[in-house]
């Protein structure tokens, strides 16, 4: 059983900052894809940002200017930053590998609102 697991989530007001982190195993950090993704109240699960196994980072084009992606290969990490949060970035932000039918983690609640 593969393990994801994601930490950072909570509550901050508009305009604010968290760092998301997900951890996994080796095995599954070197070999495939890992990505972010979150669902909103009411919506469908939306890709905000990967990376390949051999490195290529994507980030959505309307989060770019606001959100950045980064890993630490040491401790199997991989960290999503959000800056100038929006109430519309409200949504639970899972932690992927391998793709959409492979792997999830149990997910984290963003909250941005006064």
């Known amino acids: 059983q593969v393990q994801l697991e994601e930490s950072g989530g909570g509550l901050v007001q508009p305009g604010g900052s968290l760092r998301l982190s997900c951890t996994t195993e080796?095995?599954?950090?070197?070999?495939?894809?890992m990505a972010w993704y979150r669902q909103a109240p009411g919506k469908q699960r939306e890709l905000v940002a990967e990376i390949s196994p051999h490195g290529v980072i994507n980030v959505v084009d309307s989060l770019k200017d606001r959100f950045t992606f980064s890993k630490d290969d040491s401790t199997y990490t991989i960290y999503l930053q959000m800056n100038n949060l929006k109430p519309e970035d409200t949504a639970v932000y899972y932690c992927?590998?391998?793709?959409?039918?492979?792997?999830w983690g149990p997910g984290t609640q963003v909250t941005v609102s006064r």
């Open positions: 992927n590998g391998g793709g959409p039918t492979l792997w």
């Open positions: 080796r095995g599954l950090f070197r070999l495939y894809s």
